[in-house]
């Protein structure tokens, strides 16, 4: 019998995401926190199937504590689509429903607008001093 470390090793990424991005479903946010703290979590894993990362679905289940949680890491793609093709901004429009978070997500993206200006960021800079969604 031979041993897979690497295959072990996925199989414990996965289920590690797979609890974080359980935890921003539910918008438990103290759970997403530790999470956080802990380390380990890549904020550009994709759910398997859907392409869904941590902020596509925060912003679609309008888990706006969870949402700046994560945006407050600085370490969000704001640019990456999901398995249709929608970004995070695009996702709080349609599936969330509110314009406000699409908005948002979409000034930071883009690095314009009014969440750039009260956060001090400019265009390509990181994105850890953010203020978050209000």
Do not use: W
């Amino acid at each position: 019998m031979t041993t897979d470390p690497e295959g072990t090793a996925d199989r414990e990424r996965r289920r590690r995401h797979a609890g974080f991005l359980e935890a921003v479903n539910l918008g438990d946010l103290p759970r997403v926190q530790q999470m956080l703290s802990r380390g380990g979590i890549e904020l550009s894993y994709a759910e398997p199937g859907t392409g869904y990362t941590a902020v596509h679905i925060a912003a679609g289940r309008n888990a706006i504590a969870v949402l700046r949680a994560l945006v407050a890491t600085g370490r969000c793609d704001l640019s990456i689509k999901d398995g249709r093709g929608r970004t995070p901004a695009q996702v709080a429009a349609t599936i969330g429903g509110n314009p406000a978070v699409a908005r948002y997500l979409s000034d930071l993206q883009h690095g314009a607008g009014i969440a750039v200006r009260r956060s001090g960021r400019t265009a390509g800079q990181s994105g850890s001093e953010q203020s978050g969604v209000e």
